[in-house]
């Protein structure tokens, strides 16, 4: 079974520059393009290494997020919001790319550096939650055995793995040379949003002792602001 799931994993980290290579370089008509290479590099750099901590350390939670898209999800509601944040995500990349193409935007190069450091922090809040909450699938569901955890980044925001996702959502348009790319962090954070609402109502009514957690931690997203 875990030979299926690092087969997997690697499938997933190899197919991933081939993808956003097309997300990125057809929009911009160039593979002149230094941002996006450097994007590609720091991107999967650290999802490799989110990837092979998971595999050593916690392989059902690897499992546990691989498992991710539409189809996944139950909730009919979950579904739609995942499309949503499916199509988010392939603007976040597409609109810097089709940016670059037309000269829109003038990103220093210092700028464009402190994007990818933003991307490689959003990472590490990532890992830090990672390594908080073994039950941090992709979909939103309740595992045998779940408890509620509010140790770590969860004694700060009930909802760490999205504030770290916003960190990512801003470092990306950033990393890739784009000022208007920031304007896709007003609908992703939306449908980001309006996932942690409902996936809220799901816990309260499935995971034992969840209501009174959010009674003891006031913030969902940003600490001491919501």
């Not at 393009?33 to 059902?60: E, H, R």
């Not at 739609?80 to 990349?93: E, K, Y």
């Not at 830090?128 to 140790?151: L, M, P, W």
Request: hydrophobic share 55%.
């Amino acid at each position: 079974m875990n030979r299926d799931l690092y087969v997997g994993a690697a499938r997933g980290l190899l197919q991933f520059p081939v993808f956003m290579g097309l997300l990125l370089f057809l929009p911009a008509g160039t593979l002149h393009y230094w941002q996006a290479w450097m994007f590609i590099a720091v991107f999967l750099a650290c999802a490799f290494i989110i990837t092979a901590y998971l595999a050593i350390n916690d392989p059902k939670l690897l499992e546990r997020r691989m498992n991710v898209g539409p189809a996944r999800e139950k909730e009919k509601t979950q579904k739609i919001i995942m499309v949503l944040a499916s199509v988010a995500f392939a603007s976040t990349v597409l609109l810097p790319a089709i940016d670059h193409r037309y000269g829109w935007s003038n990103v220093p190069t210092s700028i464009a550096l402190l994007g990818n450091a933003l991307i490689a922090a959003g990472f590490l809040a990532v890992l830090r939650v990672f390594r908080e909450n073994t039950y941090g699938a992709s979909t939103i569901q309740v595992a045998e055995g779940q408890t509620v955890i509010s140790t770590g980044p969860y004694a700060m925001v009930r909802h760490p793995m999205y504030s770290a996702s916003l960190i990512l959502m801003a470092g990306i348009p950033i990393a890739l040379g784009s000022w208007w790319g920031l304007l896709v962090l007003i609908p992703g954070t939306a449908v980001l949003i309006w996932r942690l609402i409902d996936e809220e109502r799901f816990l309260k009514r499935n995971l034992p002792g969840y209501a009174q957690y959010t009674e003891k931690v006031r913030h969902r997203l940003v600490p001491f602001v919501w």
